[in-house]
C-alpha cells in the first residue's frame, strides 16, 4: 500500500509539472539548412590555356590520314577524354574550358599542344586564399554539396598552417554514427558564453550562486564582419539574413546596422568606446555586443550587457585579454590576419597555447574562444576547434562564395580590395553562403562521424584526436644525424 500510495504521489506531481512546464505536444525539428542549385554570376577564367599549332595539327591529320587511309576511326581520334579536342573542327577551336591539366595531349603530341596556366585565372585568389581553395568554395557556394572529383588527392601530405595538422581517424567507431546520412543525429549546436566550474542547489532544489550565462547557436561557424575597405548595404543585407536563416551570429559595425535598419538577435553589434550611447538606437534587444577596446569593454561592463570583446593577435594581446577577464569579460574573439598570421606565429600556435593556459587555471568552462583569420577551406574548421576555439568566424570564404574578386594581397582587414561583382542580389548572396556553409557542415559532420564524436562541444581542444607533423616527423627522424 505504502509503494502504492508513493506511485500515485509521483503521478500527481508528473501530472503537475506537465501542466505547468513543459509542452505535452513537443514538435520536434531537426536541424537543416537548406540547399538550392545556385549558378556563378559570371563564368571565372579557364584554368589553363590550350594553345595549338595549326600548322604542325595540320602536318599531323595529312600524315595521319596517308598512314591510316580509311581508318577513320584512327585518324579522328581526339588525344582528351574530357572534350578539349571534340568541337565541329577539332583542334583547330578547342574548348579550354574542359582541360583539367592531365596534359595527356602534350605528352602525346608535344610539337602540337601547349598548356598553359591563365595568369587571370590566378588573379582570383592570393598566396593563402588560392585560386584553388576559391574554385573549392565557389562549387560548394554552387551546389551546397562536399567537391568530390574522382581523382584521389593529389596534394602535398604536409605543410604550412592548417596543413601541419591531421585528423586522427584510427579509433574504433560505430558505424551508424553518421549525421549526414541520417541514421544517428550528430549535433554542431554550440554555446557561447560562460558555464560555472559546478552548480550549486538549496533544500528546495533550487540553484543558488553562478548559473550559466551562455546562448546558443546551430554552427560552430559565425560570421565575422567583412573588410573595412568594402562599404556595401547589400552585403551587409546578404551576411544578416544568411546568419538569420542558418540560426547563426553576424558581426556588423553598429553604424552599418542602423544604417542598413537591419534587425534581429542574430546580429552582433560591434561598438568602440566612442559608440556605446548607439546601442539604445537599435530597434532589438542584442543577445551580445562586441566591445572593439577595453574602454568599451569597461562601460559595457558597468551596464551589465553580456559582452564580447574583440582582440587582434598583437604585441600584448595576452595582458589585454587577461585585463578584461578580471573585468568579467568571458567571450573572447581572437583575431588573426587573412593570412592566419599574429604575434609573429600561425593561428593554430596562438590558440593552443591560449586553451592550454585556461585549462591549466581551471577556469576554461568558464570562456568562449571564438577565432577568425587563416579559415579558408572545410577542413580548417574542425582543426582550429579541435586546436581550442569553440567556434570560428568566417571572413574571406564569404567574399569567395560571392564572388568577390581579391585585388593583390588581402592580409588585413583595414587595406584589403575586394570588388563584388556588380549586379548580384541578396537573395542570391544569401543562398550561396547558405549553400557554403551546408557543404562545411556536412565535411565537419564526416570528420566527427569518423572520430566517433556525438556533438562538436566534445571536439573542443581534443588535441589527442590530431597528429602534428612536427611530432611525427621528429618521431620518425629524431634519431638520425642532421634532424633538427
Not at 117 to 143: F, M, Q, R
Not at 244 to 268: R, T, W, Y
Amino acid at each position: 500500500m505504502a509503494m502504492a500510495k508513493g506511485n500515485s504521489s509521483v503521478e500527481t506531481d508528473i501530472s503537475k509539472i506537465s501542466n505547468s512546464t513543459i509542452d505535452t505536444d513537443p514538435v520536434y525539428h531537426r536541424y537543416h539548412i537548406e540547399t538550392a542549385m545556385t549558378a556563378d554570376m559570371s563564368n571565372l577564367p579557364n584554368r589553363f590555356l590550350v594553345e595549338v599549332s595549326r600548322i604542325n595539327l595540320l602536318k599531323l591529320i595529312i600524315k595521319e590520314s596517308r598512314d591510316y587511309f580509311g581508318k577513320l576511326d584512327v585518324i579522328l581520334n581526339r588525344p582528351c577524354v574530357y572534350g578539349v579536342f571534340s568541337g565541329p573542327i577539332g583542334g583547330f577551336a578547342p574548348r579550354p574550358n574542359h582541360c583539367v591539366g592531365c596534359l595527356r595531349c602534350t605528352i602525346q603530341h608535344p610539337d602540337v599542344v601547349t598548356i598553359k596556366h591563365n595568369p587571370e585565372w590566378k588573379s582570383w585568389g592570393d598566396t593563402y586564399l588560392s585560386p584553388k581553395l576559391v574554385d573549392t568554395i565557389l562549387t560548394e557556394a554552387s551546389t551546397g554539396a562536399v567537391p568530390v572529383k574522382g581523382q584521389g588527392y593529389r596534394g602535398r601530405f604536409g605543410g604550412p598552417g592548417w596543413d601541419r595538422i591531421w585528423t586522427d581517424m584510427s579509433e574504433i567507431v560505430r558505424p551508424t554514427r553518421d549525421g549526414i546520412h541520417g541514421r544517428e543525429f550528430i549535433s554542431t549546436v554550440t554555446d557561447i558564453g560562460s558555464k560555472p566550474m559546478h552548480l550549486s542547489f538549496n533544500s528546495k532544489g533550487e540553484i543558488i550562486g553562478t548559473e550559466p550565462a551562455t546562448l546558443s547557436t546551430q554552427l560552430p561557424i559565425l560570421f565575422d564582419s567583412p573588410p573595412q575597405t568594402i562599404k556595401s548595404a547589400k552585403l551587409l543585407n546578404v551576411l544578416s539574413k544568411s546568419a538569420q536563416e542558418i540560426d547563426s551570429l553576424a558581426f556588423m559595425p553598429i553604424n552599418g546596422i542602423l544604417g542598413c535598419k537591419l534587425s534581429g538577435k542574430h546580429l552582433v553589434p560591434q561598438v568602440n568606446s566612442s559608440e556605446i550611447e548607439l546601442i539604445q538606437k537599435l530597434n532589438f534587444s542584442p543577445r551580445l555586443i562586441e566591445a572593439l577596446d577595453i574602454s568599451a569593454v569597461k562601460s559595457l561592463s558597468n551596464q551589465n550587457i553580456k559582452t564580447c570583446f574583440r582582440i587582434d593577435f598583437d604585441e600584448g594581446w595576452e595582458e589585454l585579454m587577461h585585463k578584461a577577464f578580471d573585468i568579467g569579460v568571458r567571450v573572447f574573439h581572437m583575431v588573426a590576419d587573412y593570412h592566419g598570421r599574429g604575434d609573429g606565429n600561425f593561428i593554430r600556435d596562438l590558440i593552443i597555447k591560449t586553451h592550454k593556459d585556461f585549462v591549466k587555471k581551471g577556469i576554461r568552462d568558464q570562456v568562449t574562444l571564438i577565432g577568425s583569420g587563416g579559415i579558408a577551406a572545410a577542413e580548417h574548421v574542425p582543426k582550429a576547434i579541435i586546436c581550442g576555439f569553440d567556434a570560428v568566424a568566417l571572413d574571406t570564404p564569404l567574399l569567395a562564395a560571392i564572388q568577390a574578386q581579391p585585388k593583390g594581397e588581402c592580409i588585413s582587414s583595414e587595406f584589403s580590395n575586394f570588388v563584388l561583382p556588380k549586379s548580384f542580389t541578396v537573395s542570391w548572396g544569401v543562398q550561396r553562403v547558405k549553400n557554403l556553409c551546408a557543404a562545411w557542415r556536412d565535411q565537419l559532420l564526416e570528420i566527427m562521424g569518423a572520430m566517433g564524436i556525438r556533438e562538436v562541444r566534445r571536439m573542443r581542444g581534443e588535441l589527442g584526436r590530431a597528429m602534428f607533423q612536427k611530432d611525427l616527423e621528429k618521431e620518425a627522424f629524431g634519431d638520425i644525424d642532421g634532424y633538427e
